[in-house]
């Protein structure tokens, strides 16, 4: 695509991309300073945290992934970007391994196998053959576990790498080759079916893979919809995704398209037709992100976390100072003292993260308890939902097809029914259960903010105790509970636990997402209308063969399918309310403990490193007590000055 033509100029695309060259090497040269610094304090898995960062920062490579269910048009929509039929597509799962397409000036293909040491080098028009799924062994597993294109592909000029995955919930062996490389993933494209959005697996996809995520949304197929239906289905679409992440989110990462047109658009070099499909848009939405936003994406984070880990570090460098002052002796029976305060201090961290464990408890039982109750409560509404479903199949008078049209008839019946009932579902938890776990939370935040302040203190008097005298810190303008959950081990707030201080505390780190919006999505998830399909063919063996005109079987078949919804959704409320509140109570509150728990662990053992250091300094004399002095205060100025510059750097980026 021409730069030119959609405002990016090549200057401003060149120039985009030194900027982000210069702040990666920037804040790459920071993660060496910090990494050096915890070597020399002693902190082994502050160094193992910023390895890894600075791995991260140093893959120059930008992963970008597309991924969605199974028959969604993954491999139709990549073939539209690249121009020509190259990856497999099939109405059958097809693409059985991961394919990196990476830019180049000749076309070309590579084919990895699990232990090769070099790839094989295959014609790109063999290419098919040989990565497409033998339907006829199950769940097989291909020969090869990552195929390369090289592709002159604008989009990834500039160290791009485009992932097509396997199709999700078809294959197992798919589901895991897709999960271990969507961790690397920079940026993804989740793809769904415009007619059907946002299915049960796909709002779990959603919810439990992507929400670290902002991915673009894509909904291919939508040639197949009506004109005068189009509005109502982006519009529902839109509303799914909102109501699990939140309205603001997403707001410009919605794109419609036809996919197939999109390809042979292309292939036809018919720019117009192109531009017609959706894709166009997709493709110049990619590009502009990959200028602007692609190196704010992949610095930010990291920065934030190596910014974590230099105020970490720099905690008990006064105190460890301080203690050097002290006569070998002296701080040995202060030590010696300090051991019952100190098993208190256990002690009490301990209890905290009961305390968490009991809370975590009682709001699972209440999530269980209301959302129990009302999905067998709405079970009663499910006979009257199918007698207003809208179907578009026609049973017919022709007795060759009668058993196929019945199976179509009860099968839009049964997917109507279940799609409205998730509705109504959905719609009890924004409205009813969300301000109820709200309100929970909030209480439970600011009980911990209490009891994280207490800890702090008995910890903070336990320093002094040791060290004689109380010395100047950083300041401690955060809650409690946001500098746990932002200070293990360089620890970005992220994820549930995250979100709940970032709505509770306006913590600036915290991602967008808010924890209720957890609680929307896990009860989505888990309401029981996994077997519309099987309630269909169920009703529809039984009654394509009965006498009736078109019209009465048509009504049987609407109440026999609304009772059957109705006895399963009874039947198994109990055991998927359970089901939905262990989910909430892994996804919210788990993290959370987790992390406040490690939190406490690091400060007390953080506080026995750096006694343990000085009392090894002042065994060994005044020579290595100085040595060590002069070596603190040169780490503390390194830290000080790394977590200024990093503060600079993630304004610049967060100005972006």
Not at 515 to 524: C, K, Q, T
């Amino acid at each position: 695509m021409n730069h030119g033509e959609d405002g990016l100029p090549m200057t401003t695309v060149e120039g985009g991309y030194a900027a982000a060259a210069e702040q990666r090497l920037r804040l790459a040269e920071m993660c060496r300073r910090t990494e050096k610094a915890a070597e020399q304090i002693g902190n082994n898995g502050a160094v193992q945290d910023v390895t890894a960062l600075l791995e991260r920062i140093e893959n120059e490579a930008f992963h970008v992934m597309v991924v969605g269910d199974f028959n969604r048009g993954k491999s139709t929509f990549v073939n539209a970007l690249l121009g020509d039929r190259v990856l497999p597509v099939k109405a059958t799962p097809a693409t059985a391994v991961i394919t990196e397409v990476r830019f180049g000036e000749s076309p070309a293909a590579l084919l990895w196998t699990e232990d090769a040491v070099e790839p094989e080098a295959v014609d790109p028009d063999r290419l098919i053959e040989l990565i497409t799924v033998n339907n006829a062994s199950g769940d097989e597993r291909s020969p090869y576990v990552k195929a390369e294109v090289v592709w002159p592909l604008e989009l990834c000029r500039h160290n791009v790498v485009l992932i097509d995955s396997p199709g999700l919930n078809a294959y197992e062996t798919h589901n895991d080759i897709t999960l271990t490389h969507l961790s690397k993933a920079d940026a993804v494209i989740f793809l769904q079916h415009a007619i059907a959005p946002m299915s049960i697996s796909e709002s779990g996809f959603l919810k439990t893979y992507l929400s670290a995520h902002d991915p673009f949304f894509v909904f291919t197929y939508f040639d197949a919809i009506d004109d005068h239906e189009r509005d109502d289905v982006v519009a529902s679409a839109r509303r799914r995704i909102n109501d699990l992440r939140g309205d603001d989110r997403d707001r410009s990462r919605f794109f419609f398209v036809d996919g197939k047109s999109a390809l042979r658009a292309r292939m036809a070099e018919d720019d117009e037709a192109f531009r017609r499909t959706g894709v166009e848009a997709v493709e110049r939405e990619l590009e502009r992100y990959l200028v602007t936003e692609r190196h704010k994406v992949k610095l930010l984070a990291p920065a934030r976390s190596v910014r974590g880990v230099a105020r970490e570090l720099r905690r008990n460098i006064p105190s460890e100072l301080k203690m050097l002052e002290t006569e070998s002796g002296e701080l040995e029976r202060r030590w010696a003292v300090a051991q019952q305060p100190l098993r208190e201090l256990e002690a009490q961290a301990q209890q905290i993260a009961l305390d968490i464990r009991n809370q975590t408890r009682v709001l699972q039982d209440r999530v269980e308890t209301l959302l129990g109750g009302f999905l067998a409560a709405v079970a009663d509404e499910a006979p009257l939902v199918a007698q207003g479903v809208d179907i578009t199949t026609r049973l017919g008078l022709n007795p060759l097809k009668a058993k196929e049209r019945a199976q179509q008839v009860a099968e839009e019946i049964a997917g109507g029914t279940a799609k409205a009932m998730e509705e109504k579902v959905a719609h009890w938890v924004t409205e009813s259960l969300k301000p109820v776990i709200e309100q929970d939370l909030e209480r439970l935040a600011e009980r911990m903010n209490a009891e994280l302040t207490s800890f702090e203190a008995a910890l903070e008097k336990l320093r002094i105790d040791l060290h004689g005298a109380a010395v100047a810190g950083e300041g401690r303008e955060d809650e409690p509970l946001t500098r746990f959950l932002a200070s293990v081990g360089g620890f970005v707030l992220s994820g549930p636990a995250g979100a709940l201080v970032g709505a509770r505390f306006g913590a600036k780190e915290a991602l967008r997402t808010f924890l209720p919006a957890l609680a929307i999505g896990v009860a989505w998830a888990f309401t029981p209308f996994g077997l519309p399909t099987l309630f269909a063919t169920l009703v529809a063996q039984g009654l394509f063969q009965v006498n009736y005109a078109g019209d009465r079987v048509e009504k049987k078949m609407r109440e026999e399918i609304g009772r059957a919804m109705a006895t399963q959704l009874r039947l198994t409320a109990p055991k998927d309310a359970q089901k939905a509140a262990r989910a909430f109570a892994a996804d919210t509150m788990e993290p959370m403990q987790r992390e406040i728990t490690q939190g406490m662990s690091s400060r007390i053992d953080e506080l026995t490193r750096s006694v343990a250091s000085a009392r090894q300094a002042l065994d060994q004399g005044e020579e290595v007590v100085e040595r060590r002095r002069g070596e603190l205060s040169r780490l503390d100025e390194l830290l000080n000055r790394a977590d200024d510059e990093i503060g600079d750097l993630v304004a610049e980026l967060t100005r972006m």
